[in-house]
Nanobody
Framework: QVQLVESGGGLVQPGGSLRLSCAASGFAFRTHGMSWYRQAPGKERELVATVSTAGGSTNYADSVKGRFTISRDNAKNTVYLQMNSLKPEDTAVYYC?????????WGQGTQVTVSS
């Protein structure tokens, strides 16, 4: 059974940091690109960051460049999102996504709230 389980979300003050984790199981993690998406209330889901299968290539939304870092540990079947200098507009549910040639999987999401 495929599972993507996110953790690490919570309430943080503006300027603070959080590290999200996504533990994967039930599929060939090493052959899937991994991404983080987010969805704020009343808005569409948007791509935040993507990392290639071996971790050598990453891409970011303009809104998070220089503040967020995506990484993966293929030995642990886990992808991370380090979020620094958080802003209120980063408040959203963050979703982990795995994408292969013919497959795509989603986690259940973790809430991140940036507020003073």
């Amino acid at each position: 059974q495929v599972q993507l389980v996110e953790s690490g979300g919570g309430l943080v003050q503006p300027g603070g940091s959080l590290r999200l984790s996504c533990a994967a199981s039930g599929f060939a993690f090493r052959t899937h690109g991994m991404s983080w998406y987010r969805q704020a209330p009343g808005k569409e889901r948007e791509l935040v960051a993507t990392v290639s299968t071996a971790g050598g290539s990453t891409n970011y939304a303009d809104s998070v460049k220089g503040r967020f870092t995506i990484s993966r540990d293929n030995a642990k079947n886990t992808v991370y999102l380090q979020m620094n200098s958080l802003k209120p507009e980063d408040t959203a549910v963050y979703y982990c996504n795995a994408h292969g040639f013919t497959t795509a999987y989603w986690g259940q999401g973790t809430q991140v709230t940036v507020s003073s």
